[in-house]
T-cell receptor, first 116, second 111 residues
């Protein structure tokens, strides 16, 4: 069985602060994928990143960075110099080939509020 | 290349009515997934379909819910005799391999 835990229900920061959103996962699969999605107040799901289990290199994309550590089963997401537009709910997801198909399991999400 | 399309975006039904939610996958995608998001919760998998086949429906409620993905046309998620607890956002995703692209969702409100 797969499980994704986002222990932080809500985070509140002031603009320009750095913020890290935690994601811890459980899986028995040796091949799996990890994702982050952003859900702004408008409600759609915006894909941010996908990493496969064989690639532990950290990734940076502008103000966003991701730290994948297999040893601790974590895939944390950091926003540097946060902005008000970053306010959204962020979901971490895990997709492993359990039962033959890659069906993602989502965490409950972390609501990020960035105050001006 | 248009993304995943869902309609309607908002749907209001009274208790006991039927709700039909449509999803058109991205061009070239033959896999469709339906998810439900209850208020302030994450997405819960409902069903995974390929053309004319249900591959995995382990997340579907046993009664009142059904899904199809016909050879031609969109995938349909049907909820019969809706109840207030069915009020949620329903997302569809499509994929060609193991990366899913999500539609904008249909927000169902049951009065």
């Amino acid at each position: 069985a797969q499980k994704v835990t986002q222990a932080q229900t809500e985070i509140s920061v002031v603009e320009k602060e750095d913020v890290t959103l935690d994601c811890v996962y459980e899986t028995r699969d040796t091949t799996y994928y990890l994702f982050w999605y952003k859900q702004p107040p408008s409600g759609e799901l915006v894909f941010l990143i996908r990493r496969n289990s064989f690639d532990e290199q950290n990734e940076i994309s502008g103000r966003y960075s991701w730290n994948f550590q297999k040893s601790t089963s974590s895939f944390n997401f950091t926003i540097t110099a946060s902005q008000v537009v970053d306010s959204a709910v962020y979901f971490c997801a895990l997709s492993g080939k359990s039962g033959g198909s890659y069906i993602p399991t989502f965490g409950r999400g972390t609501s990020l509020i960035v105050h001006p | 290349n248009a993304g995943v399309m869902q309609n309607p975006r908002h749907l209001v039904r009274r208790r006991g009515q039927e709700a039909r939610l449509r999803c058109s996958p991205m061009k070239g995608h033959s896999h469709v997934y339906w998810y439900r998001q209850l208020p302030e919760e994450g997405l819960k998998f409902m069903v995974y379909l390929q053309k004319e086949n249900i591959i995995d429906e382990s997340g579907m409620p046993k009664e009142r819910f059904s899904a199809e993905f016909p050879k031609e046309g969109p995938s349909i998620l049907r909820i019969q005799q809706v109840v207030r607890g069915d009020s949620a956002a329903y997302f569809c995703a499509s994929s060609r391999d193991n990366e899913q692209f999500f539609g904008p969702g249909t927000r169902l409100t049951v009065l």
